[in-house]
T-cell receptor, first 114, second 119 residues
């Protein structure tokens, strides 16, 4: 079974400050990990993904995430927050092979304060 | 590339009626499509997995007779909410897996969602 835990349903940062959104996963097999962003009344947009290889993954809009197997974590970071980053962020896990079912975390709403 | 569309984007229907939502992969063939439901301020919950040409696989607790899924072609899957009730009001999002043989096969491309309101 696979699961995702996102710590902090709401995160507030000042514009220009570091963004850190936490994600821990549970998977019985090597996971594929994803971060998605959702703007109000819109679908999900893929920010970045980890499958195999390099553990530091760079995505769109200046975001990056690091896969840490020992900590079962995949935290999302951005050095400097922009107002346009305000949105809902979802971490997701998929077990490689087989069904490819994707399990989403509950989401973290990011607020950027001017 | 890898664009998924949904139609309609927003629909209001009366209690007891049925409503159909379409999910299309515009520039790739999707052998598998997924249907999710999202309640306000909550995460996405997988409802069912739809494979082209075969019956959908429903998640536990999802009524297959209420949420009819058809995946008749490699670019189209439909979700029909039958005898809709106010508690079916939600944001429905589809995704399509692919493109097969390119990129990462486990990545899902998401549609923009359909907001259903049942009065």
């Amino acid at each position: 079974a696979q699961s995702v835990t996102q710590l902090g349903s709401h995160v507030s940062v000042s514009e220009g400050a570091l963004v850190l959104l936490r994600c821990n996963y549970s998977s019985s097999v090597p996971p594929y990990l994803f971060w998605y962003v959702q703007y109000p009344n819109q679908g999900l947009q893929l920010l970045l993904k980890y499958t195999t290889g390099a553990t530091l993954v760079k995505g769109i809009n200046g975001f990056e995430a690091e896969f840490k197997k020992s900590e079962t974590s995949f935290h999302l970071t951005k050095p400097s927050a922009h107002m346009s980053d305000a949105a809902e962020y979802f971490c997701a896990v998929s077990e490689a092979g087989g069904y490819q079912k994707v399990t989403f975390g509950i989401g973290t709403k990011l607020q950027v304060i001017p | 590339g890898a664009v998924v569309s949904q139609h309609p984007s927003w629909v209001i229907c009366k209690s007891g009626t049925s409503v159909k939502i379409e999910c299309r992969s515009l520039d790739f063939q999707a052998t598998t499509m997924f249907w999710y439901r999202q309640f306000p301020k909550q995460s996405l919950m997988l409802m069912a997995t739809s494979n082209e040409g075969s019956k959908a696989t429903y998640e536990q607790g999802v009524e297959k007779d209420k949420f009819l899924i058809n995946h008749a072609s490699l670019t189209l899957s439909t979700l029909t909410v039958t005898s809709a009730h106010p508690e079916d009001s939600s944001f429905y999002i589809c995704s399509a897996r692919g493109p097969m043989g390119q990129g990462i096969p486990y990545e899902q491309y998401f549609g923009p969602g359909t907001r259903l309101t049942v009065t």
